[in-house]
């Protein structure tokens, strides 16, 4: 996995350009995207692993608790748009809230993760769903995953509540299990349909007119060491 202390401060965020392919009276267009997308949650609910198996389909038992932050990249193809994704899959220890900001600066969308055994982390994501309004508004798009749904028997969040709240607040909401690989691409793929429409709308209002927006693909600062210690 690539790692870095730094969040990144450029925008990614959207549009890249157009290529016209084919040929007679129907051309089909393909866009190239760009996105930053942060994991927020506290630690120990699955991020890193949720990440890991969405990239690279690993999983590990074992708890390797991030420092700072870890970055990955993802390049996929949504309905014939080529889209570059830009993983900041931060650290949840309590002694790294304060980095949040520098990660989820600037990016187009958020997975705030909790552990559905753990009523705890699931009133953690309230909180990063609190400071990401405050200081991003409507801008970012947002999904919320339950994660560990392998574990169903030792539920301690009640669908109710977690589904409700996702949809009081515009979030959408996944239930995962990143060690039986389940829905993980689903959550990445709505998240990323989301910040397609998203991007188009704010592009259009911007210049009145669709697809012109150039942006610059994010590059991940120089690697540095992420992780020590265990699950503790
Ligand atoms: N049963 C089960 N265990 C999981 C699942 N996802 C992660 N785990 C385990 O939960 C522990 C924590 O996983 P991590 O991905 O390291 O958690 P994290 O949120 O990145 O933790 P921090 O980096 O400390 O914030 C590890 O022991 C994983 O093997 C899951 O879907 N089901
Ligand atoms: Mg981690």
């Given at each position: 996995m690539d790692s870095a202390g730094g969040g990144g401060d450029e925008r990614s965020g959207a549009f890249e350009g157009d290529?016209?392919?084919?040929?007679?009276?129907?051309?089909?267009?393909?866009?190239?995207?760009?996105?930053?997308?942060?994991?927020?949650?506290?630690?120990?609910?699955?991020?890193?692993?949720?990440?890991?198996?969405?990239?690279?389909?690993?999983?590990?038992e074992r708890?390797?608790?991030?420092?700072?932050?870890?970055?990955?990249q993802k390049k996929i193809n949504v309905s014939g748009n080529r889209v570059t994704q830009a993983i900041w899959d931060t650290a949840g220890q309590e002694k790294?809230?304060?980095?949040?900001?520098?990660?989820?600066?600037?990016?187009?969308?958020?997975?705030?993760?909790?552990?559905?055994?753990?009523?705890?982390?699931?009133?953690?994501?309230?909180?990063?769903?609190?400071?990401?309004?405050?200081m991003l508004g409507n801008e970012i798009c947002l999904c919320i995953a339950g994660n560990k749904s392998d574990l169903e028997r030792e539920r301690t969040v009640s669908t109710e509540e977690a589904e409700s709240y996702a949809a009081m607040v515009g979030a959408t909401h996944f239930y995962t299990s990143a060690k039986l690989n389940h829905n993980i691409e689903e959550l990445f793929l709505h998240l990323t349909e989301q910040m397609i429409t998203s991007s188009l709308g704010t592009e259009r209002k911007q210049t009145g007119r669709r697809n012109v927006v150039v942006v610059e693909q994010e590059q991940p600062p120089s690697p540095r060491p992420t992780s020590k210690g265990c699950c503790g």
């Open positions: 290529d016209a392919s084919g040929g007679g009276q129907q051309q089909q267009q393909t866009r190239s995207f760009s996105f930053k997308v942060v994991l927020l949650g506290e630690g120990c609910v699955g991020k890193t692993s949720l990440v890991l198996r969405y990239v690279e389909d690993k999983f590990n708890h390797i608790s991030t420092v700072q932050a870890s970055f990955l790294f809230h304060a980095l949040g900001p520098i990660y989820y600066r600037h990016s187009n969308g958020a997975i705030l993760v909790y552990d559905i055994t753990d009523k705890d982390s699931f009133e953690k994501v309230k909180i990063w769903v609190k400071e990401l309004k405050k």
